[in-house]
């Protein structure tokens, strides 16, 4: 993704490595939209506190960040000891794993490294090879996320109303995006279309970052409340619904994503409006048999109460972003607590198809396509 800051333009990852500082680079998505700022974690620890604390979030993105993550804790190890390392390495993998339980893609993307490891006969060699299984994963991610768009450009038509939730954009992925790919795809085809962004509270990440990317891209949009959704479908406003998910069960095609997609589901199948979830291959996890089983995060209640934003000087009576700084503002009455789901679980019968890097599958296609979809490699990784 391009991203123009000040007078500048230039191309960005969501997440890089700096081999030299041993360090994870991440594009600090906390600050966003109102500041631009690449921020970099110097051990494990720091790159696992990142993903809880939502510098960096989304599927793929929390993907590359857990693999590099991994990589940067091989690397940290001093020694020759393979039993010392191998204990050393499973704290590490521990400490990323539980950074934020919803999401598959960290675990795919270790195990992904770790399996890469296996064949290190020392431990420089398995350092060696984390590293390189690291950025494999990254650019693996790059190249789903490119499919995902070249598949997902023919749902996308002249004149379009689309509908997004949270963000499943490029600072979600390494690059590209799931959810927003075939958007991208279908502006570089001359397709003209709009995109509404439900603001998704309670963090809004629609509003802040897929607003925020659809702008650095010059995609005609506009931010709406999530309560919106419904009245604009009534009214025959929206043609197309396409978001994310951070973890979909490949036995049964459910699908979990930000809190307020099962809303949207629902309201979808109620107006005749196609509802599709774009996803590369490392969010479908092949072990779990229900949306019931699945890990869903509940979130810190200030989330929900209050918010985050840019405060001006009061006494200036002008609004001036360049002098503001970022605060917090409760919102909620003082004495109410709160509850915070990260996510909710979409049922498959709620869902018209699943955009992959491999083509456009009904959910109960997942499972039968499974050969197709990447399970072998997955099921060749050793068991923890």
């Known amino acids: 993704m391009k991203v123009t800051v000040g007078n500048r333009t230039r191309h960005f990852r969501t997440v890089t490595f700096d081999t030299a500082k041993n360090s994870v680079q991440l594009i600090e998505q906390r600050l966003l939209p109102h500041e631009f700022k690449i921020v970099a974690t110097r051990d494990y620890r720091e790159t696992a506190r990142a993903i809880t604390d939502m510098i960096v979030r989304g599927a793929g993105a929390t993907g590359a960040t857990a693999a590099y993550g991994l990589a940067q804790g091989a690397r940290a190890f001093r020694g020759r000891d393979l039993a010392r390392f191998g204990k050393h390495l499973t704290l590490v993998y521990q400490t990323l794993k539980t950074a934020r339980p919803t999401a598959v893609d960290p675990v795919n993307a270790m195990d992904q490294v770790r399996a890469a490891m296996s064949a290190g006969k020392s431990v420089d060699d398995q350092q060696s090879l984390a590293l390189a299984a690291a950025e494999d994963f990254a650019n693996e991610d790059v190249r789903h996320c490119e499919a995902i768009g070249r598949h ?154 209050g918010a985050w934003g840019m405060i001006s000087n009061p006494q200036s009576g002008v609004q001036d972003l360049k002098s503001a700084q970022r605060a917090y503002v409760r919102v909620a009455n003082p004495g109410s607590g709160a509850r915070n789901p990260g996510f909710d679980v979409t049922p498959p019968e709620l869902i018209t198809g699943i955009i992959t890097p491999e083509g456009v599958f009904k959910p109960n296609q997942l499972w039968p396509s499974r050969m197709k979809l990447g399970f072998a490699g997955r099921n060749r990784i050793v068991s923890r």
């Not at 450009?153 to 954009?169: E, K, P, S, W, Y």
């Not at 479908?233 to 699908?255: A, F, N």
């Open 152 to 305: 997902g450009a023919d749902l996308i038509h002249n004149g379009m109303r689309v509908l997004t939730h949270c963000n499943a954009g490029w600072l979600a992925f390494v690059d590209v995006g799931s959810a927003t790919a075939p958007l991208y795809a279908a502006q570089a085809q001359g397709k003209k279309f709009h995109v509404f962004c439900d603001e998704t509270r309670p963090r809004s990440q629609g509003a802040t970052l897929t607003a925020w990317e659809l702008a650095q891209q010059g995609v005609s949009h506009q931010i709406i409340a999530d309560n919106a959704a419904g009245h604009l479908m009534q009214r025959g406003e929206i043609d197309l619904v396409i978001v994310g998910s951070d973890r979909t069960l490949g036995r049964t095609g459910e699908v979990t994503n930000k809190i307020g997609t099962y809303t949207k589901a629902v309201l979808a199948k109620r107006h005749g409006i196609p509802f599709y979830v774009a996803i590369p291959l490392s969010t479908i996890d092949w072990k779990l048999k229900s949306g019931f089983d699945i890990p869903i995060e509940e979130r810190h209640e200030h989330e929900v109460l």
